[in-house]
């Protein structure tokens, strides 16, 4: 059971992760890994403010600012000074690996008796409940992790909701067409570039907040949390669209969040069952590459068929 | 209207791959008037209206619309003048938006965009009022998808997206030319029902002889780069297609006296 809830938990916090791929990877086509380190850099500035007993709430949204920023630099490089997509986004990672350690001070950075969104969902728990603990089905699950999954569902819900009503108004749906077709919306009066920095801002800033609530929920900020994050989100959504099918926006996003929890299940039970956690990666970049060439062997496999 | 003065536009300059695709051109388009570019491939028709566009910016020369010289500004902010079809049906609409979508992209050419919803109620009303118009049934499939439409129904609505906002300039780009014969038929008398109803000023590349004789009130002949011909009024009406027929084999002959006078010269002289 706790295995399970601490599963839904991260895979909840992290659909912010798999919001900001969706939208660098899926709307711009814009392989973005400037996420390794704006998760980073999101989860050491809300580590360092919360150590400085600034407001958790302030925290996260100094993170999203922080990522924001970091979104900003790749989109420029890229827009600006012409460099390759890939290229700018390794950029700024390698850059932003100098910076987290600069933030936090040194390479981790542990939140004990701070006062987080974690430790304040669980005193509301705690209030609302009256018990550090209580029973589901016969299960004891503790107050704290049954708090924390319901702090990150609620974040999760009002960021995705948020996407899709942001995705609705009039510079969303330009955003969108700007990943869709260039030169369409170019001739219909829209700076690309411009899009491309708003849009690589907003998905950053997500991520980095992804890294600001992970890093209150398990209680420390490390400077290699990062690694291998955009490959984690890549699968989130993958198996989002595998889930929900079809091209509606709506569909899409929530299939990222039930990609993102999905995909963190498997892994939990994968652990669980014996993988060694340092196959991890490994086998999610086999899974990756796995998802992303079957559909087109599919397609092709039919066609043959019918001829 | 427009005011192109003395443009000239070379491509991969020094390089052996050079294309001197425009070398000096200059045209004038009064408000309101139906103007028709034809001209042999290379001529740089296209060019000319790319260079309008802003798809590229020209090596000398300038560009002005309704007075305001446009020559450095960039593509996106020329289009708040500019509506545009692009040859290839595909090029002009967002292909996994739904056709709604697009519209409400469209409603808002060179306007500010904010955090104010795409598709209120009342704009909804008047996409499925105008594309009703189009007779094409699409009135019914607003929320589907552009990228499922064929060609000439993205054509279509392309046209009507161009048009939306009344542009002081429409450029068409041969924008019939990769459509089976029944759909350009369809999209070239919508072309000409848009342009007469809102007297548009229109600058229209074709490659159809018939199309270039029977649109139009001025008929502009391009080769290498510069105006051959200029035919307006009168003198418009009365071309047919085979007097542009002949215009072109004029051309063609020229252009082999060209190459067979250097070649002369050359076994003489050198």
Same mark, same amino acid.
């Given at each position: ?47 360092v403010l919360i150590v400085a007993h600034v407001s958790p709430m302030l925290a996260t949204l100094a993170a999203f600012g922080a990522g924001a920023l970091a979104g900003t630099a ?234 | ?100 979508? *697009?519209?409400? #992209?469209?409603? +808002?050419?060179?306007? $500010?965009? @904010? ?5 209120? =109620?009342? !704009? /909804? ?9 189009? *007779?094409?049934? #699409?009135?019914? +499939?607003?929320?589907? $998808?552009? @990228? ?5 129904? =993205?054509? !279509? /609505? ?12 429409? #450029? ?17 008398? /919508? ?80």
């Open positions: 059971m706790l295995l399970l809830i601490g599963a839904l938990t991260i895979g909840l916090i992290l659909s912010l992760l798999a919001f900001g791929v969706f939208i660098s990877f899926r709307i711009f086509e814009f392989p973005d890994i400037t996420t390794e380190g704006s998760i980073t850099l999101g989860g050491a500035v809300a580590a790749t989109a420029v490089l890229h827009t600006r000074f012409r460099i390759n997509s890939l290229l700018s986004g390794i950029l700024v990672m390698t850059a932003l690996y100098s910076v987290n350690l600069h933030v936090m001070g040194k390479s981790n950075l542990p939140l004990l008796s701070e006062r987080t969104l974690a430790s304040m969902a669980e005193s509301a728990g705690i209030r609302l409940l009256g018990a550090p603990a209580v029973h589901i089905a016969a299960w004891e699950v503790g107050t704290r992790d049954l708090a924390a999954l319901v702090l990150s569902l609620a974040v999760a819900a009002i960021a995705g909701l948020a996407l899709y009503l942001f995705f609705r108004t009039n510079i969303g749906t330009a955003m969108q067409a700007a990943g869709d077709n260039a030169q369409m919306i170019r001739a219909l009066g829209v700076n690309v570039d411009t899009m491309i920095v708003v849009g690589l801002a907003l998905s950053n800033g997500l991520v980095a907040v992804a890294g600001a609530i992970l890093t209150q929920y398990q209680g420390f900020a490390d400077v290699q949390m990062g690694i291998g994050m955009v490959v984690w989100g890549l699968a989130s959504v993958i198996i989002g669209e595998a889930l929900v099918g079809g091209r509606d926006l709506g569909f899409l996003i929530t299939g990222a969040v039930m990609g993102s929890v999905l995909f963190r299940l498997l892994v939990a039970v994968a652990l669980r069952g014996g993988l060694n956690p340092n196959d991890l990666k490994l086998v999610t970049a086999a899974f990756v590459f796995v998802a992303l060439v079957v559909p087109g062997f599919v397609r092709r496999a039919r066609r043959r068929q019918r001829i | 209207m427009l005011d192109i003065r003395q443009v000239y536009k070379t491509f991969n300059a020094a390089t052996p791959n050079e294309v001197r695709a425009l070398r000096g051109v200059t045209l004038s388009i009064d408000d309101g008037s139906f103007v028709i570019v034809i001209g042999t491939n290379g001529s740089g028709k296209s060019t000319l209206l790319n260079a309008v566009a802003g798809g590229f910016m020209v090596d000398s020369g300038t560009l002005a619309i309704d007075g305001t010289d446009v020559t450095a500004w960039p593509e996106h902010r020329r289009a708040s003048f500019i509506g545009r079809v692009f040859q290839n049906p595909f090029s002009g609409t967002a292909p996994s938006m739904t056709i709604a979508e *697009n519209l409400a #992209l469209a409603a +808002r050419r060179g306007r $500010p965009r @904010g955090l104010g919803w795409a598709l209120r =109620r009342s !704009a /909804l009303d008047e996409f499925r009022d105008r594309v009703r118009r189009l *007779n094409m049934g #699409l009135e019914d +499939r607003l929320e589907n $998808p552009i @990228g499922s439409l064929s060609g000439g129904q =993205r054509q !279509a /609505l392309t046209l009507l997206m161009a048009s939306w906002l009344k542009p002081k300039l429409l #450029l068409l780009d041969e924008h019939t030319a990769a459509l089976d014969p029944k759909s350009a038929d369809q999209v070239i008398r /919508l072309s000409e029902e848009i342009v007469t109803r809102d007297r548009l000023t229109t600058l229209m590349v074709t490659h159809s002889m018939s199309q270039a004789a029977h649109l139009g009130d001025r008929l502009v002949m391009m080769h290498r780069g510069t105006v051959l011909h200029d035919f307006r009024g009168a003198e418009k009406r009365r071309l047919r297609a085979n007097d542009l027929l002949n215009r072109f084999e004029d051309v063609r002959r020229a252009d082999l006296l060209d190459e067979s006078a250097a070649a002369m010269l050359r076994r003489l002289y050198v």
